[in-house]
Structures are given as structure tokens and as C-alpha cells.
């Protein structure tokens, strides 16, 4: 009886993703596994967060460069919980960890990700056309171009 051993490398990473580190931030622990799972898929090296507070600390204590901070735009605060609102908690736009964060890496790249999109908020009128919003749900393909798009461009 003959047996045939095969032996499955995984691909190289692509030259985008290559020694890359992203911060995913997510409350949503099902779509983070998903979005992680698709960019280590495709070679990058995430580090992820549930909230803001967690992502500050990783940020802190990563000894390497990170490249991306893809963190969704209202994410819930650990800390903070009104009484009078059980079983809502207040929320942290994601641009003020994204100023936090650029404060501790200022060559950090950010995209942003959301599923409510509410343009009358002041934290809407310091978005630019050239900061990416993912606005949810979007595809996983989309979700690797523009992070390859974001990174492949110069600063």
C-alpha cells in the first residue's frame, strides 16, 4: 500500500500585510473574531480590543510598531454606566480613542467603522474626506482593500 504525504505551506503574506500590526477595536465579540480572523488571514498581525480601555492598554504595552487602528466609531465604555439607563452603556466615540491612540503612535494610520451614522453629530464634522469609514455592514473584501489602501499610502 502506497501512502502519499502532502505537505500544505500556508502562501507568504503579501508585501501589504508583511510585518504589519493592527489594533482592532470591536464591542461586538462576533464580528471581531471575523474581522480578525480575515486579516491574520491575510498575513497581518492583530492585536484586538473590546473597548477603548483595553485598546489604550495594548497600545501601551506593545513593544513593536503598529501600523492601523481600525476600531469601530461609538464603542461602549467599561468604566461608565448610568444607573438610570440599565442595560445601556454610554459610549466613546471612536475618535477620541483614535486621538488618544495617534498621541501614543503618531504614525499610526486609523480607519473607522460604523453601523450608525448619525452626520448631524459634532463628531462627524471632524471626519475628512480622506479618513475611511467603513459604514456596516460591509463585505470582507472591501474591509482588505482599504486596509492594504490605507497602508500603501504614503504619509
Known amino acids: 500500500m502506497l501512502t502519499w504525504m502532502v505537505s500544505v505551506e500556508p502562501l507568504p503574506p503579501t508585501p501589504a500585510s508583511e510585518s504589519r500590526t493592527i489594533l482592532c477595536v470591536e464591542d461586538d465579540q462576533a464580528l471581531r473574531a471575523l474581522l480578525v480572523a480575515t486579516l491574520q488571514s491575510e498575513g497581518f498581525t492583530v492585536l484586538q480590543a473590546r473597548e477603548s480601555q483595553e485598546a489604550l492598554q495594548l497600545c ?11 476600531t469601530d466609531f461609538r464603542l461602549p465604555s467599561a468604566v461608565l454606566q448610568l444607573a438610570k439607563d440599565k442595560g445601556q452603556r454610554s459610549t466613546m466615540h471612536g475618535l477620541d480613542l483614535m486621538r488618544q491612540v495617534v498621541a501614543l503612535r ?18 462627524f464634522k471632524v471626519l475628512t474626506e480622506d479618513m475611511p469609514l467603513l459604514l456596516k455592514p460591509f463585505s470582507m473584501d472591501t474591509l482588505v482593500r482599504t486596509v492594504r489602501r490605507v497602508l500603501d499610502t504614503p504619509a
Open 106 to 123: 503618531p504614525q499610526i494610520r486609523v480607519i473607522l467603522m460604523s453601523g450608525q451614522v448619525d452626520e448631524g453629530h459634532p463628531s
Open 60 to 70: 501601551q504595552r506593545h513593544p513593536g510598531p503598529i501600523q492601523l487602528l481600525l
